[in-house]
């Protein structure tokens, strides 16, 4: 490795601002957002794996509860409740990933509608500051997702269809596969703690997820990744 030149200054301002000199030379500017696509790519990418093995564990999981649970007349109902309760864990786990995904995610969004597009057909850029944007976010990164419409979200994607299987597997067990004799919220009971509280609970949860999940957003959808039938793609 050479040394440093006797005459360099890291601190002169020409050095400083040495990238600021491709804002005015095309080539280097694009050469250098073709660094940067790859480099948001990348880390988008390692996101959205990181989302679906959460995804991964929640299906496994359920899918291994339900098996056991019904494999035997003597397993215990509450095992499908903690089934919920760790369903609700990794909705927490991938709201929190699938936030910081966003991130990178809308970054690449601002490059390919306004670099990439225009470059293949210049009809004009769709963001007029989309270099503002950019510039603004790379220096102060932000979570663009709020938190309620990040959970609605993978509700209505993963999350609704898998706590709503257990939870009606759970009713199931209770009613199907429960003694002739017995009543609903005397089997409900856990341990020391009534039926009538356990129906309770569960019943206020999952009213909670279904408005959560269905709850209209602040946040409207683009439309991207729609089918156009007038258009056709070879």
Known sequence: MSD?????DPESREERE?????????????SLM????????????SWRTRIDRTTNWAVVLTATLLTWAFSSDSRPHYVLLIGVVMLSVFLGIETRRYRVYDI?????RILEENVFANALDPEGVEQSNWRELLSSDLRNPTVKTPIVEAVSRRLRRVYFALISVLVLAWIVRLTVFAAPSSDIVATAAVGQVPGKFVLATVGIYYATVLIVTF??????????????????WK
Do not use: N
């Open 215 to 232: 709850w209209p957003g602040s946040r409207q959808a683009k439309g991207e990744l729609q089918s156009e039938p007038e258009e056709e």
């Open 18 to 30: 040495i990238a600021g000199e491709a804002a005015r030379d095309r080539d280097g500017f694009l």
């Open 34 to 45: 073709g660094h940067a696509y790859r480099g948001e790519m990348g880390r988008m990418t």
């Open 4 to 8: 440093r030149p006797s005459d360099f």
């Open 104 to 108: 990178w995610r809308s970054r690449v």
